[in-house]
């Protein structure tokens, strides 16, 4: 299985580095060519605005949607959830709008409060999370499916073959939502 990861900016390495860690066969994808024969695609955490204008630049828009329509999961952690989400409510953008959710951007505070904690995930159990300058879900369309939360605010959730998180599995040890993801691509 090949899984690509979305390496125009933010913490590619990292998530390149978790795929290795579970033998999945990981390529950064800069151009549309990278796209070719990938059974899932990964958003890095980042800053959204940059990607997305990154992306733009790149050629990488429409290919990654017609990829979203022959039914190839995507994985967004943090900034990448951003660029899922169908909405954004304190921003004037919207990006590629994948999965019925409403996101706030740096919801969970300044990089200085930027913070460690363990969440319970549906279905994978307690893990380590990472939030940094995290985007909180505000809204959750009916097929949406929430499945951990912090404090109250939903950080994780999955739409048929999106899944998306306001932190970073890729920044700890433990990759067992990662392997969700994964079990979605095979
Ligand atoms: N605040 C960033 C954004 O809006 C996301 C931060 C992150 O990915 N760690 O894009």
Redesign the pocket.
């Known amino acids: 299985m090949k899984i690509g990861v979305i390496a125009v900016q933010g913490d590619v390495r990292e998530h390149l580095r978790a795929l290795e860690r579970l033998e999945v066969k990981a390529v950064p994808v800069r151009k549309p060519a990278d796209l070719e024969g990938v059974s899932g695609l990964v958003f890095p ?5 940059a990607i997305w204008r990154l992306l733009k630049w790149s050629g990488l828009v429409e290919p990654i949607e017609e990829l979203h329509r022959s039914g190839v999961p995507f994985f967004g952690t ?2 990448g959830m ?1 660029l899922l989400a169908r909405e954004i409510v304190n921003w004037p953008e919207r990006f590629f709008g994948f999965i019925d959710i409403a996101v706030e ?2 919801a969970s505070g300044r990089q200085v409060d930027s913070f460690e904690t363990e969440l319970e995930v549906k279905g994978v159990g307690r893990v380590p999370a990472v939030f ?4 909180y879900i505000r809204r959750v369309g009916p097929g949406v499916e929430v499945l951990a939360e912090h404090q109250g605010h939903p950080v994780m959730a999955r739409e048929g073959r999106v899944l998306v998180a306001s932190f970073h599995p890729e920044l700890t040890e433990d990759l067992r939502v990662y392997d969700l993801f994964l079990t979605m691509c095979s």
């Open positions: 955490g980042g800053e959204s605005t943090c900034a951003i951007r740096n940094i300058r995290a985007p």
